[in-house]
């Protein structure tokens, strides 16, 4: 397991590197600073990830030769909305950005999001860098180029496909953070796991509760990225296979759309929905009994809730969620596509979902188990 990978996500002229490990950041600041032709850069920063890491940020800035404009603002779900969207779109604006001109998102997932949609839509797309932060945001959001907001109908239900140009997923960072937002985005690498890498699913149930320490993250953010570089290579715009990354949130999502604001996180939220994808796959007879609880347990083991009852942000309600999931994207002919499972580390895309019947099943989950 070495201390530094680095995954290329193939994508023609528009391929990207994704340094993972610590010390990463140092060791981009040649790569920085050739993607700041004018030596100038716009940082929208986390304001307590800035005030943890600003020192060693600014230095390799400064190895970079690069001037940073920075834009500091409160991480969080409430970050990704159109009132956010607007004052950050403004602010480059104000100074006269050009195309070609790095905005570079330093802080979790929805830092990035609300950046990289910005960068999108700022005359008409300019240059995009992701400095993730959090343990969610290096293994998953901050690769593959999905940007977005939330809005009053759901989750990230308005957002562009805009690829950054480098993703510097520096594991320092991590030391830092808060042990429920590790858990959180542990969620996503078992997600890789379950989807397509049965191996990697064993390797983090025999690593246990050391799964989530330093020398094993490493190696299992990279293996994580690596397995989604390798799908958006194949999918970019999820027109097929790449809608398997959505494994756990149709569920997740109408989680989080229906909790009290500020309760729940993401990775909790997909936690539990990958729990009921796999129960629901259970019980149409696609995954063998069993995988539920296997699953389940791992993710316990690691601090998450995995019971849509155990969930914070409730009560909730079947008849609400099923409302949320109509809304989702990969919906067609307006019926639910779900994400479910044939067994650990093979997911499949299944559409036109029984609503009734999720209905029902939910109904279960929340009352009678
Ligand atoms: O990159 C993807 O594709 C994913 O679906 C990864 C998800 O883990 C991630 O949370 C993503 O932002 C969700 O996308 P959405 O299309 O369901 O909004």
Request: charge should be negative; proline fraction near 4%.
């Amino acid at each position: 397991m070495s201390a530094r990978q680095t995954v290329r996500v193939e994508l023609g002229a528009r391929s990207y590197d994704v340094m993972v490990g610590e010390g990463a950041l140092e060791s981009a600041a040649l790569h920085l600073a050739g993607l700041c032709p004018n030596g100038r850069a716009f940082l929208i920063a986390d304001r307590i990830a800035l005030a943890h890491h600003r020192d060693r940020l600014m230095a390799t800035l400064e190895a970079a030769q690069v001037r940073p404009e920075i834009i500091e603002i409160e991480g969080g779900e409430g970050a990704k909305n159109w009132t956010r969207l607007q004052q950050v779109t403004e602010a480059l604006l104000e100074h006269n950005i050009e195309r070609n001109e790095p905005v570079i998102a330093f802080g979790g997932g929805t830092i990035g999001d609300l950046a990289g949609f910005a960068a999108a839509i700022v005359k008409r797309g300019t240059r995009f860098i992701q400095i993730p932060t959090t343990l969610l945001a290096q293994v998953d959001s901050s690769v593959g180029g999905k940007t977005g907001i939330n809005t009053a109908q759901g989750k990230n239900l308005a957002g562009a496909f805009h690829q950054p140009a480098l993703v510097i997923a520096d594991t320092g960072f991590l030391l830092s953070l808060p042990r429920r937002e590790l858990a959180a985005g542990y969620a996503e690498i078992v997600k890789a796991g379950l989807i397509g890498d049965h191996a990697l699913y064993e390797r983090l149930e025999e690593a246990g509760s050391q799964a989530l320490s330093l020398p094993y993250l490493t190696g299992f953010i990279a293996a994580s990225v690596q397995f989604k570089a390798d799908i958006v290579a194949e999918d970019e715009r999820e027109a097929g296979r790449r809608a398997l990354l959505n494994l756990g949130h149709t569920f997740g999502h109408a989680f989080e759309a229906e909790a009290v604001p500020g309760t729940l996180v993401h990775g909790e939220a997909v936690a539990a929905g990958m729990v009921l994808a796999l129960r629901y796959s259970e019980r149409i007879g696609t995954a063998p009994e069993g995988s539920a609880a296997r699953v389940a347990r791992h993710l316990r083991e690691a601090g998450l809730p995995t019971g849509p009852r155990a969930l914070p942000g409730g009560p909730y309600s079947a008849e609400r969620l099923v409302e949320r999931m109509d809304g989702d994207k990969k919906n067609s002919g307006g019926a639910i596509t779900l994400i479910l499972s044939r067994g650990l580390g093979e997911a499949y895309i299944r559409p036109g979902a029984d609503r009734d019947d999720l209905t029902a099943f939910l109904r279960e989950e929340l009352h009678d188990r």
